[in-house]
């Protein structure tokens, strides 16, 4: 099984909300990742957690706030955003392995009003 | 200099031609090397990885260059379907198990 799930699948929120977005693997992979994709454009890294820890950020504004509660689960946390935040947000996942595979969810289609 | 560049493209080729992609990498170090496909509204999907001594799957063929830093993708015969974004994907367990995202080449097959 090489699934990685996302939730939800389209998010409309306005400037002021605060929602989540969910990632989740059972594929005991110990790196998970939440990349931005603007359209034509390939997917931009935002952050990496490698056994549960945060082991990258990209320099990403503090209104994204991601989580990793445990080693299958994954969350972005999203506060007071701006339209140009509106995007196709990816997860991913791999192993903490020089040859593995990175694998993605589907993806959830934000738009910020 | 980015860590890995492509020629966006796009290609369009009839059905049935042979494409290449090329892909280049500019850290000696990468370890890893993987393409992916990527179709409209749609996430990455692995396609191939990219072994030292190169590597077939049907009518794709993956190769690797480590002397002069680049991978390649070729497509023999091409269908209506392989229409999509292939992008070249380069691990750096070196910095963190970063994954680098080449540009993208959109492939257009037309009937």
């Known amino acids: 099984d090489t699934e990685v799930t996302q939730t939800p699948k389209h998010l409309v929120m306005g400037m002021t909300n605060k929602k989540s977005l969910k990632c989740e693997q059972h594929m005991g992979h110990r790196a998970m990742y939440w990349y931005k994709q603007k359209a034509k454009k390939p997917p931009e890294l935002m952050f990496v957690?490698?056994?549960?820890?945060?082991?990258i950020n990209e320099s990403v504004p503090s209104r994204f706030s991601p989580e990793c509660p445990n080693s299958s689960l994954l969350n972005l946390h999203l506060h007071a955003l701006q339209p140009e935040d509106s995007a196709l947000y990816l997860c991913?996942?791999?192993?903490?392995?020089?040859?593995?595979?990175?694998?993605f969810g589907p993806g959830t289609r934000l738009t910020v009003l | 200099r980015k860590e890995v560049e492509q020629d966006p493209g796009p290609f369009n080729v009839p059905e049935g031609a042979t494409v290449a992609f090329n892909c280049t990498y500019s850290n000696s170090a990468s370890q890893s090397f993987f393409w992916y496909r990527q179709d409209c509204r749609k996430e990455p999907k692995l396609l191939m990885s990219?072994?030292?001594s190169g590597n077939e799957d049907g009518r794709f063929t993956a190769q690797l260059n480590r002397a002069s830093q680049y991978i390649s993708l070729l497509i023999r015969d091409s269908k209506l379907s392989d229409s999509a974004t292939y992008l070249c994907v380069v691990n750096a367990l070196y910095n963190f198990n970063k994954f680098y995202f080449g540009s993208g080449t959109k492939l257009n097959v037309k009937p």
């Open positions: 957690y490698s056994y549960e820890k945060l082991s």
């Open positions: 990219v072994y030292s």
């Open positions: 991913a996942s791999s192993q903490v392995a020089v040859t593995d595979t990175q694998y």
